[in-house]
């Protein structure tokens, strides 16, 4: 079994992107990450399957988000606005492409959960198997999710869909 630091190290990155979609409060996301990491330790001795890792992960941090976000609107609390920087990109361009971003993650946060967790993979690079895998639902499903998520992604950026 492979052990939990190298598992932090490949899907870090990953589990971070996901819990930014859900959360705008950067340390709110710090939090959301570390309880998923937490679920994650607690849930490695039931993973069967290692070559099902990715998805396993990213199921646990969909479910630990969205979860999340359940109790903030209950306690109806009102996020920030993000921000969203890259630092390999040159300073000339990196206005532009945070802002590029924000609005991208605006846009999925904007959405209905079924289509916030489809997108949220999806700019994953998750393929359509492995998103299905992650959320329990058949790889049909999981298609027709992404396609409504991009075309009301495509019409929030004023584009026709």
């Known amino acids: 079994m492979i052990e939990l630091g190298e598992i ?52 646990i941090t969909q479910n630990i988000c969205v979860t999340h976000v359940r109790r903030a609107i209950v306690r109806q609390t009102q996020p920030l606005t993000d921000r969203l920087a890259d630092p390999a990109i040159p300073l000339d361009e990196a206005a532009a492409h945070t802002a590029r971003l924000a609005r991208l993650v605006e846009a999925v946060r904007n959405l209905p959960d079924n289509l916030k967790a489809v997108a949220s993979l999806y700019l994953e690079d998750m393929p359509i198997k492995d998103i299905a895998l992650a959320l329990g639902i058949s790889e049909s499903n999981a298609s027709v999710r992404l396609h409504r998520a991009k075309s009301a992604i495509r019409l929030s950026f004023g584009e026709p869909s």
């Open 8 to 59: 932090v190290k490949v899907h870090a990155a990953m589990v971070r992107r996901i819990a930014t979609v859900y959360e705008r409060y950067p340390d709110r996301v710090d939090d959301l990450v570390q309880d998923v990491w937490i679920a994650v330790w607690q849930a490695l001795p039931r993973l069967n399957d290692q070559a099902m890792l990715k998805s396993y992960i990213a199921r």
